[in-house]
């Protein structure tokens, strides 16, 4: 079972969160912030944070891409929903989720049973075919990062939900169904961004301890 990473770094996700739903369909969004990389740098801080604007702009132009791909993507049914034990609001938004697969799940995409580490997922209140379903007039644009793989012992799924969720809504209640559609895993970027941040920000500390010895 993986351990659950509520107090991981959220560089990465708290960009994302910042989104609206008009940010995530700019398709220029970050047109003037993406910069062409140097040949020479003056230190390697200046070298590795170079690489983060590049990144980011990866990571929105997927994002918009799922978004426009709803009606294949996988879709689940949430059908129970807890805060976590280190849920703190406004910021430490941490859930934890149970779903079952929606009876039309099949056909969009037989191999994803269930959400897994890494994956932003959108909540809606009814099966989402097309982009104005994640922003319509009774569903928001809300999105969540799922954080580990389902715990065996009670088939929950650890998330953080860029918006604070009623975890008392009963959601057996057919008024009250809620649906989560895979939009992309983050991981392998998110693991990058963390790494440059750790790589510039330790060749930082180190200069800084030079110095002070000198």
């Known amino acids: 079972m993986m351990k659950r990473k509520e107090h991981e770094s959220k560089g990465l996700i708290d960009t994302i969160f910042s989104w609206s739903i008009n940010d995530v369909l700019n398709c220029n969004l970050y047109k003037h912030q993406v910069n062409k990389i140097p040949e020479t740098f003056l230190s390697a801080e200046q070298y590795l944070n170079s690489f983060i604007p590049s990144l980011i702009e990866d990571t929105h132009s997927d994002l918009s891409s799922g978004t426009k791909s709803l009606s294949k993507a996988p879709i689940w049914e949430i059908v129970k929903l807890e805060m976590s034990k280190n849920f703190r609001a406004p910021k430490d938004l941490f859930y934890q989720i149970e779903v079952k697969r929606a009876k039309d799940a099949a056909k969009q995409d037989a191999g994803k049973y269930e959400p897994e580490a890494g994956d932003l997922i959108a909540f809606t209140d009814i099966r989402p075919k097309c982009i104005e379903d994640l922003n319509g007039p009774r569903s928001f644009y809300h999105i969540a990062y799922v954080q580990g793989a389902r715990d065996e012992s009670n088939d929950m799924i650890p998330i953080m939900s860029s918006k604070y969720m009623e975890p008392e809504m009963s959601l057996n209640k057919k008024q009250q169904q809620l649906f989560a559609v895979y939009l992309m895993n983050v991981t392998t970027n998110a ?24």
């Open 191 to 214: 693991s990058y961004l963390e790494s440059i941040e750790i790589r510039a920000g330790g060749r930082k500390h180190e200069s800084h301890r030079e110095s002070a010895e000198s």
